[in-house]
């Protein structure tokens, strides 16, 4: 297999989160957007919650309008969400789950749910690129091949909370697990010609296992780059995770 440079995606929700603790007109969606594409971004990623805590509508109507690079909707498979994505033709469609009273999305998308409403889902695949966030699990895979989404992006929630506790010296065999996980439903994916992403709770210090499973063309990461631009600037942030993972 060709070793390519994985692409970064860059989740801009929490600019907005700050924006929404005051209503205020700042921090800007838009500046940020520029500033990771000079990063080194090479995605733009926005989660429209049903709930509006923190991307409104028109920051995806300014981001599709102004964004050199692509733009990402991460998306509940509701009526409502399909409507706007296909009215406003993002890049691509992440469809994930979503619970009003989670703090951020706790676990991938039960793929048999979208059977429910398959006539929806041909109208979004008709028009968009539609990837599935899931847990790294094969059956899960198997759903995405029958389904005929074009990609995958495992949910690596999991596998960072083992990361976290293998840094305090406890339940090593739990990181390894997790790594193995993501290594066999990468490989299984990548054999069905499924694209292969990853995303959730990714920083600086974790995301070096993954960048060794081949079958990964891109990584999602929003929080961690978000607090670290904090410190020393979102554009440094982004170009400071780009230049890691490439490496």
């Given at each position: 297999?060709?070793?390519?440079?994985?692409?970064?995606?860059?989740?801009?929700?929490?600019?907005?989160?700050?924006?929404?603790?005051?209503?205020?007109?700042?921090?800007?969606?838009?500046?940020?957007?520029?500033?990771?594409?000079?990063?080194?971004?090479?995605?733009?990623?926005?989660?429209?919650?049903?709930?509006?805590?923190?991307?409104?509508d028109v920051?995806?109507?300014?981001?599709?309008?102004?964004?050199?690079?692509?733009?990402?909707?991460?998306?509940?498979?509701?009526?409502?969400?399909?409507?706007?994505?296909?009215?406003?033709?993002?890049?691509?469609?992440?469809?994930?789950?979503?619970?009003?009273?989670?703090?951020?999305?706790?676990?991938?998308?039960?793929?048999?749910?979208?059977?429910?409403?398959?006539?929806?889902?041909?109208?979004?695949?008709?028009?968009?690129?539609v990837v599935?966030?899931?847990?790294?699990?094969?059956?899960?895979?198997?759903?995405?091949?029958?389904?005929?989404?074009?990609?995958?992006?495992?949910?690596?929630?999991?596998?960072?909370?083992?990361?976290?506790?293998?840094?305090?010296?406890?339940?090593?065999?739990?990181?390894?697990?997790?790594?193995?996980?993501?290594?066999?439903?990468?490989?299984?994916?990548?054999?069905?010609?499924?694209?292969?992403?990853?995303?959730?709770?990714?920083?600086?210090?974790?995301?070096?296992?993954?960048?060794?499973?081949?079958?990964?063309?891109?990584?999602?990461?929003?929080?961690?780059?978000?607090?670290?631009?904090?410190?020393?600037?979102?554009?440094?942030?982004?170009?400071?995770?780009?230049?890691?993972?490439?490496?």
């Amino acid at each position: 297999m060709a070793l390519k440079p994985i692409r970064l995606g860059v989740n801009i929700d929490h600019v907005a989160t700050l924006r929404q603790v005051r209503k205020a007109r700042y921090p800007d969606i838009v500046e940020a957007m520029h500033l990771c594409e000079r990063g080194g971004a090479d995605q733009i990623t926005v989660h429209l919650r049903e709930d509006r805590r923190h991307i409104q509508d028109v920051d995806v109507e300014r981001l599709l309008e102004c964004c050199l690079l692509p733009v990402n909707l991460e998306m509940a498979f509701t009526e409502e969400m399909i409507e706007k994505a296909l009215e406003w033709r993002p890049h691509s469609v992440t469809l994930v789950p979503e619970r009003r009273e989670e703090m951020t999305t706790e676990s991938g998308l039960d793929l048999s749910s979208l059977r429910k409403n398959l006539p929806a889902l041909s109208r979004l695949r008709g028009k968009l690129r539609v990837v599935g966030f899931i847990d790294p699990d094969l059956s899960q895979v198997s759903l995405a091949r029958e389904l005929n989404l074009d990609g995958v992006e495992f949910h690596t929630g999991p596998f960072s909370e083992a990361f976290e506790l293998s840094l305090r010296g406890r339940e090593r065999n739990a990181l390894h697990h997790q790594i193995q996980r993501l290594i066999e439903a990468s490989r299984a994916a990548h054999s069905e010609k499924i694209e292969v992403k990853a995303g959730h709770g990714l920083t600086i210090q974790n995301v070096s296992h993954l960048c060794e499973i081949l079958e990964i063309t891109e990584f999602n990461i929003g929080h961690s780059i978000v607090a670290r631009s904090l410190l020393m600037g979102l554009e440094s942030a982004v170009r400071e995770m780009k230049t890691h993972i490439q490496r």
